[in-house]
């Protein structure tokens, strides 16, 4: 017998959409390497918009929250779709109540309080030119990176100099977090370590192109495997630890090297690409996980 899992995506990442983002490609990678482990279980994956009627939703004992890659910008009733899905009995994965702590990135100071090393960061709701301009001040620094607290993908950031700052009556027009821009990013990469249920899965080292900061395949980043140090996988497996509540399903921990240690960008827990051309079992892993959640 077949069970059906819902893959929860958006119109910018399911197949044949008109408004198909440029990196949707890596939607069809993950959907792809989830099959594999899915159908050899028993589980029968099936994409499907998160903006669509409940009721089509509610015909899936479990749901993945996928790809859907425009969340920040509904926050509110995203939010109250996966809420709802959970009232009418549908497993949510991650949780509706481990996503609404995760989708505001201020859970970083959460993280912080536990034990695990972060970023430098300041917290305005909507930063202007006289804030950014004390950011520079406090941090003490020469560039600074702003970015919105409810957002993915490096959309909406702002980078600035103080040769190069906002102009007198700039504002941010979001929730924001601001930080010193580290030129490990740039130098050294961005680590990310997979999880599932827990446990670690694999890692990989993302870099940006030639004359950008940002990571991202949208941007021109790249990634490749790594095999860590076991220092690095503790590193990680520490943060995975200090996540409040429930063991999330899947999680991606990334970080960054700090003063010589590994420290949290994000923990990303809501719709992220798990790279599974650098983890091979990723699909074996993830359907195992989900079979004991519905169990």
């Known amino acids: 017998m077949t069970t059906r899992i819902g893959f929860l995506a958006?119109?910018?990442?399911?197949p044949g959409s008109p408004v198909r983002r440029a990196d949707a490609f890596e939607h069809d990678?993950?959907?792809?390497?989830?099959?594999?482990?899915?159908?050899?279980?028993?589980?029968?994956?099936?994409?499907?918009?998160?903006?669509?009627e409940i009721e089509t939703l509610t015909a899936f004992p479990l749901v993945l929250v996928g790809t859907v890659w425009d969340y920040q910008d509904h926050e509110a009733a995203f939010l109250a779709r996966l809420?709802?899905?959970?009232?009418r009995g549908v497993i949510v994965c991650n949780s509706a109540e481990l996503v609404r702590w995760n989708s505001d990135k201020s859970y970083l100071?959460?993280?912080?309080?536990?034990?695990?090393?972060?970023?430098?960061?300041?917290?305005?709701?909507?930063?202007?030119?006289?804030?950014?301009?004390a950011a520079f001040d406090h941090f003490?620094?020469?560039?600074?990176?702003?970015?919105?607290?409810?957002?993915?993908?490096?959309?909406?950031?702002?980078?600035f100099s103080r040769e190069n700052a906002p102009p007198a009556g700039?504002?941010?027009?979001?929730?924001?977090?601001?930080?010193?821009?580290?030129?490990?990013?740039?130098?050294?990469?961005?680590?990310?370590?997979?999880?599932?249920?827990?446990?670690?899965?694999?890692?990989?080292?993302?870099?940006?192109?030639?004359?950008?900061?940002?990571?991202?395949?949208?941007?021109?980043?790249k990634e490749?495997?790594?095999?860590?140090?076991?220092?690095?996988?503790?590193?990680?497996?520490?943060?995975?630890?200090?996540?409040?509540?429930?063991?999330?399903?899947?999680?991606?921990?990334?970080?960054?090297?700090?003063?010589?240690?590994?420290a949290v960008m994000e923990a990303e827990m809501i719709e992220p690409y798990l790279y599974p051309r650098q983890g091979p079992h990723l699909g074996q892993l993830m359907a195992e996980a989900v079979l004991r959640r519905l169990k």
């Open 224 to 262: 490749e495997a790594i095999d860590p140090t076991p220092s690095d996988i503790a590193a990680a497996e520490a943060v995975i630890r200090t996540i409040p509540g429930e063991v999330p399903l899947y999680a991606r921990i990334d970080m960054i090297r700090h003063d010589g240690a590994l």
């Open 109 to 133: 100071r959460d993280l912080s309080a536990a034990g695990a090393p972060t970023i430098p960061t300041l917290w305005p709701d909507a930063p202007s030119s006289e804030d950014i301009a």
């Open 10 to 14: 958006c119109p910018g990442t399911l």
């Open 29 to 52: 990678v993950q959907i792809e390497a989830l099959r594999k482990g899915f159908t050899p279980a028993g589980l029968d994956l099936v994409e499907i918009d998160w903006h669509g």
């Open 83 to 87: 809420e709802e899905l959970a009232a």
């Open 140 to 159: 003490g620094c020469d560039r600074l990176v702003v970015k919105r607290r409810v957002g993915a993908g490096a959309e909406g950031q702002e980078i």
């Open 170 to 221: 700039w504002r941010y027009g979001h929730r924001a977090m601001v930080q010193p821009f580290l030129p490990a990013i740039v130098e050294e990469g961005e680590y990310s370590f997979v999880f599932i249920d827990g446990q670690f899965s694999h890692a990989i080292r993302k870099t940006a192109a030639a004359g950008d900061y940002r990571i991202q395949s949208l941007y021109g980043g």
